[in-house]
């Protein structure tokens, strides 16, 4: 990958979208994660208004440092940075409360962290109208068109997605071409959503690049009985993912009425 010029590419991109749009600057979400680093840097070298927030809602203390070490980073280098702090969990908390009891409370664990993406998304969206803002997604090539890892209407509820055609591999090569904070380069891939430690990985039951590989194989045709041992595990977490997502990754479905019956 010619790593600059995909970096001027991108930074162009937004630029120019922004500006016919009519458009002050961005607005994103920082997770202290690779995704929300590369992109709200690259949404700051436009050099248009960056406004960066920090959601947490019961967040691990470690992901809180990164994304506070990153927008200190991004407001030591650029100066049409800003950064708002937005105490998420006792509106995460009250909404809990306002809903139904349930007999088992891991029936509902799913939707509540499907929930906390969606009172970011909701939070986002205030600002940007606030101040004339884009929403800018973080989602990668494989998490948005390949296994479908994001929240509808959560992280997936964007205005626009400057990295949504790279794979992850070529996020960290961006990222280390940015600078990025190394705390961050090296973290586990998270999505932040649970309180606790769990990873992507351990989520999903494979790492990107095998998702990347699984991907490409899909691309090409291949199907499950071409593979064995861990090739045909992550084979299949891939299909068995992409098919489950595909809601996801298509239009929302009209019900057409026929033309006879208006």
């Excluded at 991108?10 to 690779?34: C, D, P, Q, R």
């Excluded at 006792?90 to 499907?114: G, H, K, Q, T, Y």
Aim: aromatic fraction near 10%; glycine fraction near 8%; charge should be negative.
């Amino acid at each position: 990958m010619k790593t600059e010029k995909v970096i001027d590419h991108i930074v162009t991109w937004l630029k120019n979208y922004a500006t016919n749009a009519g458009m002050k600057g961005f607005v994103i979400g920082i997770s202290g994660g690779i995704d929300s680093a590369v992109t709200s840097t690259l949404c700051a070298k436009t050099g248009l208004d960056l406004l960066c927030l920090e959601m947490p809602i019961h967040q691990a203390k470690n992901q809180e440092t990164r994304a506070t070490n990153h927008i200190n980073w991004l407001l030591k280098n650029f100066d049409n940075v800003k950064r708002q702090a937005v105490e998420l969990t006792p509106v995460f908390d009250s909404f809990i409360e306002a809903m139904p009891v349930v007999d088992n409370e891991e029936d509902r664990f799913m939707s509540l962290a499907n929930t906390r993406a969606r009172l970011r998304m909701t939070t986002l969206y205030y600002f940007a109208a606030l101040n004339g803002y884009l929403v800018a997604g973080t989602g990668n090539k494989v998490e948005d068109f390949g296994v479908g890892f994001y929240t509808k209407y959560g992280d997936g509820g964007v205005d626009l997605s400057p990295i949504a055609d790279l794979l992850k591999t070529e996020v960290y090569e961006i990222a280390k071409f940015l600078g990025i904070n190394h705390e961050i380069v090296v973290a586990p891939p998270t999505d932040g959503l649970w309180g606790d430690d769990r990873t992507d990985e351990d989520q999903i039951g494979a790492s990107y690049p095998e998702l990347e590989w699984a991907m490409q194989k899909n691309e090409e045709g291949k199907s499950i009985d071409d593979f064995s041992g861990r090739e045909k595990q992550v084979f299949t977490i891939f299909k068995r993912l992409n098919s489950a997502n595909q809601h996801k990754m298509v239009p929302i479905p009209i019900c057409h009425i026929p033309r006879e019956l208006k």
